[in-house]
């Protein structure tokens, strides 16, 4: 079982629709990450929060807008999204500071946009 | 910034064959080598890792890969590959001391019964 939890496992909305998703994880760890990852792709880096801190943004379009409210929850507010943005959104989180680089990741919310 | 490489994106092979899985990656200084799994319909898994020390490592459920520095390799290998080992296999890289994880493409396999 993994130890990062994200809700909702599934999400269908609309473009016009506002959203979330949601992140916990209790393993103390102080970085948290979104991954976005497409079908037969590899997860591509969307956000890195360091210390509750943004602190990588890979020029992901504001219509995705990531909080992370303390160090075990990381959320990504949705809002006005293109049927291009379909794909599994993994969560994970690494300790810091980090030598090793190792990422836990959650089982992830399949997110469809109609 | 690192880059992965992984080849041969498609790999179809019988129960019982053996597996290997090359993965290069291009960074000028030390890092760390994850193989991660993602079987059909699933989240990913840490499958191995390498820090620091042996260059051979051995993971979970048989795996095993090789560091070789030299080559900026870490290829993944399985000496007899089962039906349950069908699945997506990425190889990631991070700088050391950096937590930023780069994947390469991934490969496909399939193990026909």
């Known amino acids: 079982d993994t130890e990062v939890t994200q809700t909702p496992k599934h999400l269908v909305m609309g473009m016009t629709n506002k959203k979330s998703l949601k992140c916990e994880q209790h393993?103390?760890?102080?970085?948290m990450y979104w991954y976005k990852q497409k079908a037969k792709k590899p997860p591509e880096l969307m956000f890195v929060y360091s210390y509750e801190k943004l602190s990588i943004n890979e020029s992901v379009p504001s219509r995705f807008s990531p909080e992370c409210p303390n160090s075990s929850l990381l959320n990504l507010h949705l809002h006005a999204l293109q049927p291009e943005d379909s794909a599994l959104y993994l969560c994970a989180s690494s300790r810091l500071p980090t030598n090793t680089g190792e990422l836990f990741f959650g089982e992830g919310s399949r997110l469809t946009v109609l | 910034a690192q880059s992965v490489s992984q080849h041969n994106h498609h790999v179809i092979l019988s129960e019982a064959a053996s597996l290997e899985l090359g993965c290069n990656y291009s960074y000028g200084g030390t890092v760390n080598l994850f193989w991660y799994v993602q079987y059909p319909g699933q989240h990913l898994q840490l499958l191995l890792k390498?820090?620091?020390?042996?260059?051979l490592v051995k993971g979970i459920k048989g795996f095993e890969a090789e560091f070789i520095k030299s080559k900026f390799s870490f290829n993944l290998r399985k000496p007899s590959v089962q039906w349950s080992d069908t699945a997506e296999y990425f190889c990631?890289?991070?700088?050391?001391?950096?937590?930023?994880?780069?994947f390469g493409k991934g490969n496909q396999v399939v193990v026909i019964p």
């Open positions: 990631a890289v991070s700088p050391y001391g950096n937590n930023r994880l780069a």
């Open positions: 393993m103390g760890h102080r970085a």
């Open positions: 390498y820090f620091s020390g042996d260059p």
